[in-house]
């Protein structure tokens, strides 16, 4: 299998989020899916878009360096493929195929507690790739704390750089679109990370295992591995996480649209959380994120990296590892142009961009 990508580039249009026509509808419907009428869903793309620049003239980088540090390392590029559950669905290749290919290209991965692969074998893959970016855990709480310590600590036995602890998901339920497309896993769905104690039955029974504070405060205790809480959108949390020290960085998101409905764009709430931790911890943002112009938006705003989604599905479902590699390979370069027609030759330089609306978007 290449993993080094030779098609011709694409045209350089955003990546629409539309699955291959052959791929089965259930399986679309959960990728795709957002909770309620899908407002946020459709708000997290849409805020990117209305986001504009207004550049300075003769001022183009002889290099554009597109390294950045997060957690205190140096990684090739500024972005990681989000956490996402059952790719398996997507393609046979599933969450190994989208790894390695990612880790080729020089992206960082976050492997989903929902991954179809074991935990060791993403890592034992990724790590021997000597231009790959990050590789991150992410742990649902699911059980009491000792199965998501063990957890916790089996993905630092396998070499997992950090621990990205989901904080906006207590519960989930079927969106709209996989109720009437009948969604539903397959009997015997390979989910070989997932503690035995997975939440099954009522509503009572699940608000009972929902992550609280004090929880992250103990994990955050016994951790040696830097923890991130992804899912924060109040300034106020944000805030709470540097004042009481409980996580190494932060991510901005909704979870893609999927769980609540009426959440703010992440485009929207990133500015305010910036400003709550003014630069005490590292923030990353997903949630609509399309093309690479999104990414340097993202970065203009102040993000240290971004995380992408559904379009890496998009990219695995159409081609297995091959789809992903070249899928971040246009990224990258779609990026490293954006900054130099931008005048800038670094991620970091981005923050000095004047940033204006665009009334336009569509
Ligand atoms: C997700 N997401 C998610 N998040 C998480 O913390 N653990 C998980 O297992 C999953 N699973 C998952 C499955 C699918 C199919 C999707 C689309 C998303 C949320 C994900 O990490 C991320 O927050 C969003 O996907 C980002 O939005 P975009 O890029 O998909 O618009």
Redesign the pocket.
């Known amino acids: 299998m290449t993993l080094h990508a030779t098609q011709p580039a694409p045209s350089p249009r955003c990546a629409a989020t539309a699955l291959p026509a052959g791929m089965d509808a259930a399986a679309a419907a ?2 795709l899916g957002g909770a309620g009428d899908e407002i946020t869903l459709r708000a ?2 849409r805020a990117w878009r209305s986001i504009g620049w207004l550049p300075r003239v003769l001022s183009t980088p002889t290099q554009v360096d597109i390294s950045t540090t997060l957690l205190g390392q140096r990684w090739p590029t500024p972005w990681l493929v ?5 790719l398996r669905l997507a393609h046979p290749e599933a969450e190994l195929g989208a790894a390695l290919a990612s880790a080729v290209q020089g992206a960082g991965f976050v492997l ?3 991954a179809t692969v074991p935990l060791e074998a993403v890592a034992d893959a990724v790590r021997a790739e000597p231009q790959r970016g990050p590789l991150w855990f ?1 742990l ?1 709480p699911y059980g009491g704390r000792e199965d998501w310590w063990r957890l916790a600590q089996r993905a630092q036995r396998a070499g997992y750089e950090a621990i ?1 602890l ?1 904080v906006d ?1 207590p519960l989930q339920w079927p969106s709209a679109r996989e109720q009437d497309a009948g969604f539903a896993l397959p009997p015997d769905w390979p989910q070989p990370n997932l503690p035995a104690a997975a939440p099954r039955g009522t509503l009572e029974t699940l608000l009972g295992c929902a992550l609280r504070w004090d929880d992250v405060a103990w994990l955050r205790r016994r951790l040696e591995l830097p923890l991130v809480l ?1 899912g924060v959108l109040h300034p106020d949390d944000a805030r709470r996480i540097c004042d009481h020290n409980l996580g190494d960085a932060l991510i901005v ?1 909704n ?4 769980v609540l409905d009426g959440l703010p764009a992440t485009a929207q709430a990133l500015p305010a959380v910036l400003a709550a931790v003014d630069g005490r911890r590292c923030v990353l943002v ?4 399309r093309c690479a112009a999104d990414a340097v938006k993202a970065l203009a705003l102040g993000a240290d990296a971004v ?5 890496v ?1 998009q990219a695995l479902a159409q081609d297995g590892a091959r789809g992903v590699a070249r899928f971040w390979r246009h990224w990258r370069d779609a990026f490293q142009a954006t900054l130099a027609l931008l005048g800038c030759a670094s991620p970091h330089e981005t923050r000095s961009v004047t940033l204006i609306p665009m009334t336009d978007a569509t």
Not at 255 to 258: D, K, L, T, V
Not at 286 to 289: E, M, V
């Open positions: 959960y990728f997290n793309e989000a956490p996402m559950a059952h989903s507690t929902q992410q649902y990205v989901t998901a992804k998101s979870h893609g649209g999927r997903d949630g609509g994120l995380l992408v989604g559904r379009p599905v």
